[in-house]
């Protein structure tokens, strides 16, 4: 009789290694293969696809739960996390890797400065198949458990059909419970922007310093859109790519005189 | 007399404010425009899309040297220079956004982790026109006088012909002296990848520690790309875009059972 062998599945985030929305993702994917974790110690939101080139990285090997899973925390970024993992912690290439469950929306724009996605699109350039889940949520205590199901319908569909090479999916998740969401929808990301004020203060020597804060605003009224997904109670799915070249465009500036 | 208005440059960069890269580009964007720089205080390689939300940003209005920019040093990442400049700094929207020369490649793969880049991504987000310039010599002192007739060039023509809504320029220059550069040519990002090793060290206190190396592997073959343009003698002009959705791979997950 053939056994079935169980994909290994590559578990990473920006929130840091003890955040619940990680551990959520873990439950779940031990559902479906063997899972090795190898997370930021501590929360790496909005880095981008920062790496650590000038300083040293870290990892150590811990267990947060009592589970049986394979866990490494990083110093690194979440980006630092998947290039270690990759060439350093496992012993072979993961059939998946998956980041998040990110605590806060990583849809349209955020995408862009999200670590999450970032580590999502790092083990895309790997060759690994990746998937970025975020639930629109940012409190620590956000609930997780209704989007189970939903994440592990993506995974499994995912590791069945594998991925066009170079394109990597970006997860969205409602802040509803199960019975309010309403299905999955295949977007293109929303051209909105964040709108920033930034909060200037004065420290206790004098010196003036700011915050940044901003407001989301989404002039994009395209239906097709991931935000348009969410707002109507879908869990938006956009494919992605790290192919930044906008074709369209080459054209244009070759009928420049340069 | 009609008196033509000189346009307003925003220079910026992720090796330094002091960098003689940025120094250069500050004095190729006096010739065309009204200069202001922000910059970060220090070295931000490598950062990527970062954005500092849980710290403090300052910046400093200074003078490097005895011109009469107007200059402030910032100490947040690239994006956030941006965001500081066009929302706390600048008294009205720049009509051009240009961020290096950068201290070596932002070519293919290299767009991505690039603080250079990102930071004209994201004057591009703000609807600024944007150019990241970049010289493949990563030394302190490298030649950047060979590169100064292209760079005006390219910035000029931008700011005759505009750019389409969400395309930002990345501009890389091979290290060869004036005579020998070919011209200019309009590419697409090379399929290329680092294929990373970590030299693994001990600290003193008997603890393993890494630093993230690595080779540098392009396997696209296609005579229309950056790397091809560049090997080649030519300086490559990719117009990148930050929507990262992968079109063609819509209608193919549209297909999965979920």
Same mark, same amino acid.
């Given at each position: *009789?053939?056994?079935?062998?169980?994909?290994?599945?590559?578990?990473?985030?920006?929130?840091? @290694?003890?955040?619940?929305?990680?551990?959520?993702?873990?439950? @779940? *994917?031990?559902?479906?293969?063997?899972?090795?974790?190898?997370?930021?110690?501590?929360?790496?939101?909005? *880095?981008? !696809?920062?790496?650590?080139?000038?300083?040293?990285?870290?990892?150590?090997?811990?267990?947060?739960?009592?589970? #049986?899973?394979?866990?490494?925390?990083?110093?690194?970024?979440? #980006?630092?996390?998947?290039?270690?993992?990759?060439?350093?912690?496992?012993?072979?290439?993961?059939?998946?890797?998956?980041?998040?469950?990110?605590?806060?929306?990583?849809? &349209?724009?955020?995408?862009?400065?999200?670590?999450? *996605?970032?580590?999502?699109?790092?083990?895309?350039?790997?060759?690994?198949?990746?998937?970025?889940?975020?639930?629109?949520?940012?409190?620590?205590?956000?609930?997780?458990? &209704?989007?189970?199901?939903?994440?592990?319908? @993506?995974?499994?569909?995912?590791?069945?059909?594998?991925?066009?090479?170079?394109?990597?999916?970006?997860?969205?998740?409602?802040?509803?419970?199960?019975?309010?969401?309403?299905?999955?929808?295949?977007?293109?990301?929303?051209?909105?922007?964040?709108?920033?004020?930034?909060?200037?203060?004065?420290?206790?020597?004098?010196?003036?310093?700011?915050?940044?804060?901003?407001?989301? #605003?989404?002039?994009?009224?395209?239906?097709?859109?991931?935000?348009?997904?969410?707002?109507?109670?879908?869990?938006?799915?956009?494919?992605?790519?790290?192919?930044?070249?906008?074709? !369209?465009?080459?054209?244009?500036?070759?009928?420049?005189?340069?």
């Amino acid at each position: *009789m053939m056994t079935r062998k169980k994909p290994l599945i590559l578990v990473t985030n920006d929130d840091g @290694i003890s955040a619940p929305g990680i551990r959520t993702l873990i439950a @779940i *994917m031990k559902e479906i293969g063997d899972v090795i974790v190898v997370a930021p110690d501590k929360p790496q939101s909005a *880095m981008g !696809h920062a790496i650590t080139i000038n300083n040293t990285l870290y990892f150590n090997k811990i267990n947060i739960d009592d589970d #049986v899973q394979e866990e490494y925390s990083c110093s690194g970024t979440p #980006v630092d996390c998947i290039k270690l993992a990759v060439h350093e912690i496992l012993k072979r290439k993961p059939d998946l890797c998956v980041s998040g469950i990110n605590h806060g929306s990583n849809s &349209s724009i955020n995408v862009i400065y999200s670590g999450t *996605m970032s580590a999502a699109l790092e083990a895309g350039m790997e060759g690994i198949p990746a998937i970025g889940f975020s639930l629109l949520d940012y409190a620590w205590d956000a609930d997780f458990e &209704s989007s189970r199901s939903f994440i592990k319908k @993506i995974t499994l569909e995912t590791l069945k059909n594998g991925l066009p090479k170079g394109v990597i999916l970006n997860v969205n998740i409602p802040k509803l419970t199960k019975d309010k969401i309403k299905g999955i929808k295949v977007c293109r990301q929303a051209n909105a922007r964040w709108e920033e004020t930034f909060d200037k203060r004065t420290n206790p020597q004098g010196r003036d310093y700011y915050w940044l804060t901003g407001e989301f #605003v989404n002039e994009d009224k395209g239906e097709d859109t991931d935000e348009a997904a969410l707002e109507n109670g879908f869990i938006s799915i956009v494919p992605v790519q790290y192919d930044l070249t906008a074709h !369209h465009a080459i054209k244009y500036i070759n009928d420049w005189n340069i």
